[in-house]
């Protein structure tokens, strides 16, 4: 094809198609980025100025989802009087609402536009920030309310979703892996900053000035949010499809890898949200600002999966992450038993690089469970509709898992004192979440025979 030119000032030339028009409000008609001409000019130096800024926002979103899991251990210090089971709820709840908004938040992204969504889904970090801020100022603040400042939190875990979404429609299929793994790996960063930094910054010359958790925010949304209002862009071809979702929920595909999704995602941020408190309570001689180590390697882990499951398969990473996860756990019981904190502290560590790399190898597991059997290419279209639904329900069933960790420790503690019998449950699960794998996915005698998921 000849190279076409754009003849006015509101267009930009570009290779092969017709030309990019920008629009006001920073809209983007024309935009295709499977046209290698295009994206050669003028695409992909657009897709990466949106997912630097898109890693930004979602960075800050994790971090606000994770707040309360360091702040919870902080609150008998600054003079709040709660049990155990009222402190892991505290912390669950959060994840719990973070999972729940997720797919309306998918939806967001086409009905408002991705620069316009990352603004508004930013400056809503202002709303439980600054109610953390306030409450934790108010010891005689009942439960209730601070459960319901707790669940506030949760926006920031819609923020993934919403993220995910609008990358996904900037880049081509064949880089699109690498840059939702970028995007997924910058925000789960989020969780290891906060509870790196929460501990050094509430500590003030009048002592601890725990209100500073939340303003610390204010200044670093109102960043994201500007930044993204001045250098983020629209797609006007950016469409959901509804349809996708009722798909990928009558796809036996799409529950199984949910359930799988659980253990891998479900642990890295049920286990990075109870993290901090656990080494609280069962090691209060040490310093919970090592906590957000688990949730580093864990971050610094996801892409590493996803390649490794390029070369060997998704499965096949998936069920060596979930033997490693139980014997991660097993270690860190028998760890509590000796209270030993560097064997307890290596074997989370362990635990977390798995979860990590897991949930890489389930993202790329998902594309190939639905590829697999197309017979021609209205079906091939179909079963890609499918897989879309599939990352965005299973995106939302994983995070559940941040909910059930830390309230199966509470229940655990209240039932017989401790968290080793809710720790040997999730070994079990691990357990049967490997065998579903390798039955459903790895088994050469298995629908999917020799393949390679």
Known sequence: MATQLATDAGTTPVLDTAPLTHRPGRWIDGWNPEDSGQWASVGRAIARRN??????????????????????PQLPAAGFVLTVDQMFWLI??????????????????PIFG??????????????????????????????????????????????????????????????????????????NLGTAAVQFAVPLVIVGAAGLELERA???????????????????????????????????????HTWIISFIYIGTFGSFIGFSGAFPTLLKNQFPEVTISIAFAGALVGSIARPLGGMLADKLGGARVTIVAFGVMATGVV?????????????????????????GAGNGSVYRMIPAVFRFGATDDEDKARRIKAAAGCLGIAGAVGAFGGFLIPRGFAISTSATGNIQAALWVIVGLYLVMSLTTWAVYQRRSGSFGATVI
């Open 214 to 252: 939340g303003l610390m925010f204010v200044p670093l949304v109102i960043i994201a949010a500007l930044l993204a209002w001045r250098y983020m862009d629209n797609l006007s071809n950016a469409k959901a499809d509804p349809r996708s979702y009722g798909v990928a929920a009558r796809a036996r």
């Open 92 to 109: 669950a709840l959060p994840s719990l609402v973070g999972a729940t908004l997720r797919i309306p938040y998918t939806f967001a992204v």
């Open 331 to 355: 270690c860190a019981i028998f760890a509590l038993r000796a209270h030993a904190f560097g064997p307890f502290l290596a074997s989370f560590l362990v635990l977390f690089v798995a979860t």
């Open 51 to 72: 997912l630097g800024l898109s890693i930004f926002a979602e960075f800050l979103g994790f971090a606000v989802w994770a707040l309360w899991s360091i702040v919870v």
């Open 114 to 187: 991705g620069r316009n969504w990352t603004i508004v889904s930013a400056l809503l970090l202002l709303v439980p920030t600054i109610a953390l801020a306030v409450a934790v100022q108010n010891p005689q603040l009942g439960f209730p309310a601070l459960l319901a400042v707790a669940a506030l939190a949760g926006v920031g875990g819609g923020n993934f979703a919403s993220s995910m979404a609008n990358i996904s429609f900037f880049y081509p299929e064949k880089e699109k892996g690498r840059a939702l793994g970028l995007n997924a790996a910058g925000g």
